[in-house]
Nanobody, 121 residues
Framework: QVQLIESGGGLVQAGGSLRLSCAAS????????MGWFRQAPGKEREFVSV????????YYPDSVKGRFTISRDNAKNTVYLQMNSLKPEDAAVYYC??????????????WGQGTQVTVSS
């Protein structure tokens, strides 16, 4: 079992920045990659970013590329999502996930509880 605890969500104006954190505990040796997804009301959960366990590889969809940066601190078993130049369409509940490298929800077996990001225009 892997437990994930997210923090850092909140309300920000369009153009602003937020940093999300996700701390992993438990059977962290089983984790191959960690990712972030988001889900807006009435929409499916959407891939946002992924980083491999060593932190050497990352991947982003075009919708956030150049604005969001995923990183990890191996000593703290924590992954971060730095979000800059936020847009109203970035508003959603953001979920941290742990599992295998990929961009599908099916690639990740452990999920955090989610943290709300609200972007005002």
């Amino acid at each position: 079992q892997v437990q994930l605890i997210e923090s850092g969500g909140g309300l920000v104006q369009a153009g602003g920045s937020l940093r999300l954190s996700c701390a992993a505990s438990g059977r962290t040796f089983s984790i191959r990659a960690m990712g972030w997804f988001r889900q807006a009301p009435g929409k499916e959960r959407e891939f946002v970013s992924v980083v491999n366990w060593s932190g050497s590889s990352t991947y982003y969809p075009d919708s956030v590329k150049g604005r969001f940066t995923i990183s990890r601190d191996n000593a703290k078993n924590t992954v971060y999502l730095q979000m800059n130049s936020l847009k109203p369409e970035d508003a959603a509940v953001y979920y941290c996930a742990a599992g295998n490298w990929g961009t599908s929800v099916n690639d990740f077996g452990s999920w955090g509880q989610g943290t709300q990001v609200t972007v005002s225009s």
